[in-house]
């Protein structure tokens, strides 16, 4: 079992370029995550998906959507990236909401 | 706000020594849990207790909550140079449909 990869690992973009990070798991787990974490921030919710087809807000959705058309992958979209989306994403999934998350390794984002 | 707060902030500590963190909270919680985060790389859950548990262990890891001082403490003991790295706890709320807060987290440095 690969459990969650996200590629790509590092990207840098300039301000108004868009892009999609995609997140994939192996262990057929109903919920998927987006985290975005900062220095001294913690971990902040992007969006979710409780299930194939399905996505909700988190914490922090501004200039980010997502989509969930196959069950196994979970994808993150900049449309217009801005440097205050300059994080290190992370991809979560969860066989149910009350278990235990699996993440992914992280993709470090840099927006010049 | 809902997340949990950890205490300290950081940790440094000499290698057989144990480490204890601490993470407090507000809301009512369904259960609480603890992950680890090495450097550059994703979050590990380490532990997951509910709120009606009071006490867990894990190899070399000991959690306890107290849900009336709105508590919890994650004890390592005997720690070793590998055990250096960011300790976060995620409070799974009773409330709605609200998927993991997590908190900002405590970093530990062991030295050897």
């Known amino acids: 079992n690969a459990g969650v990869t996200q590629t790509p690992k590092f990207r840098v973009l300039k301000t108004g370029q868009s892009m999609t990070l995609l997140c994939a798991q192996d262990m057929n787990h109903e919920y998927m995550y987006w985290y975005r974490q900062d220095p001294g921030m913690g971990l902040r919710l992007i969006h979710y998906?409780?299930?194939?087809?399905?996505?909700a807000k988190g914490e922090v959705p501004d200039g980010y959507n997502v989509s969930r058309l196959k069950k196994q992958n979970f994808l993150l979209g900049l449309e217009s990236a801005a440097p205050s989306q300059t994080s290190v994403y992370f991809c979560?999934?969860?066989?149910?909401?009350?278990?235990?998350?699996?993440f992914g390794p992280g993709t470090r984002l840099l927006v010049l | 706000s809902q997340q949990g707060e950890e205490d300290p902030q950081a940790l440094s500590i000499q290698e057989g020594e144990n480490a204890t963190m601490n993470c407090s909270y507000k809301t009512s919680i369904n259960n609480l849990q603890w992950y680890r985060q090495n450097s550059g790389r994703g979050l590990v859950h380490l532990i997951l207790?509910?709120?009606?548990?009071r006490e867990k262990h894990s190899g070399r890891l000991r959690v306890t909550l107290d849900t009336s001082k709105k508590s919890s403490s994650l004890l390592i003991t005997a720690s070793r140079a590998a055990d250096t790295a960011s300790y976060f706890c995620a409070l799974r709320l009773n409330s709605g449909n609200t998927p993991l807060v997590f908190g900002k987290g405590t970093r530990l440095s062991v030295i050897a």
């Open positions: 207790i509910r709120s009606n548990e």
């Open positions: 998906s409780v299930g194939e087809g399905t996505t």
């Open positions: 979560a999934s969860a066989q149910g909401r009350e278990e235990t998350q699996y």
